[in-house]
C-alpha cells in the first residue's frame, strides 16, 4: 500500500468497535474531531471543537482528541475484519464531521476499500460541494442529517443556515452509492408532522433515495458538557414518547419512504 497514504495524519476522539447503529452490519466507528454546527441537542460535545481538550467524567480528567495516521486507525480497523465480512459491515466515519478533515478522511476511506472494507460517513453535509465529491467515490453508503426545512430555524438551533446541506444532498443523492437520511428528532424544534413532513417530502425528492431514519431526542450526552464546565443547551426538555415517534414514523411513511426509529 502507498506510504504516502498511511502517513495523512488527521485528529479523532474516539474509536468504538462492534457497533450496529451506524450504517449496516457490525462496524467499527472512528470519530473525527471538529464541527462547524453547534447542535443544541449535540451528545457529543466533545467532538465540536478541534483543538484537544480535558475533559471530566465520572470523576476523572481525561484528554479528548489525538493525533493520528491513517495507517494506525487502519491497524485498528482491520482487526474486526471477520465481523465486517460475516455480517456485511465495515468502517463507519462519524464525528464531529469528517468533511472537515478531508485530506485525513479520504486518504483513510481510501486505505479501507483497498483493504475491502466497507465504508461510511454520518455527516452534516456542511461544506462545500467539491469537497464532498472528494468523498464520494470512496464511500459505500452516506448517512446524512437533515435537521430542518427552514433554513432560519436551522440556524437558530444549530448556528448555520441549511442551504448548502440541501444542495449537497441532492449532489450526494445523484453521485453517491446509497444514500440515508437521518432525522435527530428534537422537541421544540422539528418534531411536529408537519415539520417531520416536510423532510420526508424533501426526501422522497431526492433521487435514488427511498430509507429515512428518525432518531429520537435522548440526554445521554448531557454529563459531558458538565465536564466540559459548559451549560446543557436542552435544559430539561424530555425525549419524545414511543407514541409520539410512531405517529411521525406514520407522517413519513406517506411519502412512500422506508422509515426507521433509530439509527
Ligand atoms: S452536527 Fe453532529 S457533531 Fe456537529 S454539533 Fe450537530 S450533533 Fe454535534
Redesign the pocket.
Same mark, same amino acid.
Given at each position: 500500500m502507498d506510504n504516502a497514504l498511511l502517513s495523512v495524519t488527521g485528529r479523532i476522539f474516539d474509536i468504538q468497535r462492534f457497533s450496529t447503529h451506524d450504517g449496516p452490519g457490525i462496524r467499527t466507528i472512528v470519530f473525527l474531531k471538529g464541527?462547524?454546527?453547534?447542535?443544541r441537542?449535540?451528545?457529543? +460535545?466533545e467532538?465540536?471543537s478541534y483543538d484537544i481538550q480535558q475533559m471530566k467524567q465520572a470523576g476523572t480528567v481525561k484528554t479528548v482528541g489525538r493525533d493520528v495516521t491513517v495507517g494506525e486507525v487502519l491497524q485498528e480497523i482491520l482487526r474486526d475484519r471477520p465481523y465486517y465480512r460475516r455480517s456485511g459491515g465495515g468502517v463507519t466515519l462519524s464525528?464531529?464531521?469528517s468533511l472537515l478533515q478531508p485530506d485525513f478522511a479520504v486518504a483513510l476511506l481510501t486505505a479501507c476499500h483497498e483493504n475491502g472494507v466497507n465504508t461510511a460517513i454520518e455527516t $452534516?453535509g456542511?461544506a462545500d460541494a467539491a469537497v464532498v465529491e472528494r468523498f464520494l467515490p470512496h464511500l459505500d453508503t452516506v448517512l446524512m442529517?437533515i435537521k430542518h426545512m427552514d433554513s432560519r430555524k436551522h440556524a437558530e438551533f $444549530?448556528t448555520k443556515p441549511n442551504e448548502k446541506i440541501l444542495q449537497n444532498a441532492r449532489l450526494i443523492a445523484e453521485k453517491a452509492n446509497k444514500l440515508i437520511v437521518r432525522v +435527530?428528532v428534537i422537541p421544540g424544534f422539528n418534531d411536529t408532522e408537519e415539520e417531520i413532513g416536510a423532510i420526508a417530502a424533501f426526501t422522497a425528492s431526492l433521487p435514488n433515495v427511498n430509507e429515512i431514519h428518525l432518531l429520537p431526542y435522548h440526554r445521554m450526552g448531557r454529563d459531558k458538557y458538565e465536564g466540559l464546565d459548559r451549560p446543557y443547551p436542552m435544559g430539561d426538555v424530555p425525549p419524545p414518547t414511543a407514541e409520539h415517534m410512531n405517529r411521525l414514523m406514520l407522517t413519513a411513511q406517506r411519502y412512500g419512504l422506508t422509515v426507521q426509529i433509530g439509527g
Open positions: 464541527c462547524a454546527l453547534r447542535c441537542w449535540c451528545c457529543n +460535545p467532538s465540536q464525528g464531529g464531521e $452534516t456542511f442529517d $444549530t +435527530p
